[in-house]
């Protein structure tokens, strides 16, 4: 579940830099730009006044931490700024003085090396603390890039592909994360009363999302080892997690249960529906239950439902990642065009479906949220 992206999210790693590296940042910016009004004066022959001078240097360094500032955390007020900018060169002559003569000799020369002294010094007490700021951020990103590389291999891990039979059914399961970690899970659990196989989809994405989904899996996990119902798996892992999790994060699931009975148990919680392709008809259905993700409120009771699957029938579990992905002229992949691909492929093997499945999303645009697919088939009894 990809949140929304705007032009501002460019900047988000300036709220990551400490207060001090952006404080040392932005006088770096002050200092780079003071050679400005510094250097105006150079082809005037000294005419500024030493006032006059110090306006400028000052306004020069200011403005550029205006920019730097506004284009940093309020880009909308971006086209004000420049207005003021534009007023004050207007009205700069009638607040601080105008232009006087141009100096000669003697003077002329003293003037003219202190505008490229003051210049100079400008200039590397500016590039002294950009680079200070450069190296303090670059060992903290250094740090920051070897937690993300282990929570990536920690996320590869627990999210393995999914390639089983047990039984009947066969198994076929794909999680690709949009970044270093995701918040989708896909997993297979075999019990004393069957095997259960389900999809869920943390909202969000990356370490965060990544965590609530490690939570789930340990949960479902130690859950399904002793049996149950999925209702039953449910409950318990809305319980556990409503109290581990930020308010504004909850997890979407689709599951099915099955034994070596001919019906199958299904629940789906604030998910995409399970696509059922049915062999003998060659058509596709869809087995929805309307029930609110997991993790939004504690006091709610989920239920399942029953289907019958024949031999060479095929259930499909998806992530919204696969659907909302958009072309250039901004045209969704969609839920119609994926099962439309689904029904023309539904006889190949599973590995080839899923190929198939992967390389028509991408082909159709970029990946803005996690992407899961699990596949299960019903296979002819032996």
Known sequence: ?????????????????????????????????????????IPRLGADSP?????????????????????????????????????????????????????????????????????TLGIIIGFSLLSHVIRAEGTNYGRVRAEIDLAREIHRRLVPRVATSIGRFEFHGVSLPSGD????????????????????????????????????????????????????????????????????????????????????EFTVAGHLPIL??????????????PQVPLAMFSDRAFTSGVVTCDAGDLLIIL?????????????EFGFERLKTLLRANAAAPLETIERRVFDAVRAHGTQLDDQTLLLIRVRPAS
Do not use: C
């Open 181 to 264: 970690v995701g918040g989708d899970l896909v997993d297979v659990v075999e019990s004393p009363s069957g095997w259960t196989s389900f999809v869920a989809d943390v909202s969000g994405h990356g370490v965060a999302a990544g965590l609530l989904m490690g939570m789930l899996k340990s949960t479902a996990r130690t859950q399904l080892r002793t049996g149950g119902p999925l209702d039953g798996l449910l409950n318990t892992l809305n319980s556990v997690l409503v109290d581990l999790k930020s308010p504004t994060m909850f997890a979407t699931f689709a599951g099915v249960h099955g034994d070596e009975g001919p019906n199958l």
């Open 51 to 119: 006032a006059r001078l110090a306006a400028l240097s000052a306004l020069s360094g200011t403005l550029a931490v205006g920019y730097v500032l506004v284009v940093h955390w309020r880009p909308k007020f971006l086209l004000v700024l420049v207005a003021f900018h534009i007023v004050l060169a207007m009205e700069f002559d009638r607040v601080v003085g105008p232009v006087g003569p141009p100096l000669t000799g003697d003077a002329l020369h003293t003037r003219l090396l202190v505008d490229i002294n003051g210049a």
């Open 1 to 41: 579940m990809a949140g929304s992206t705007t032009w501002p999210g460019q900047f988000e790693s300036w709220k990551s830099m400490s207060r001090s590296s952006y404080a040392a940042f932005l006088i770096g910016v002050f200092f780079t730009f003071v050679p400005t009004g510094l250097l105006t004066d």
């Open 319 to 331: 992530t919204d990642g696969l659907v909302e992905v958009f072309d250039r002229a901004d045209e």
């Open 276 to 289: 059922h392709y049915h062999s003998t008809t060659a058509t596709m259905s869809e087995l929805s239950i």
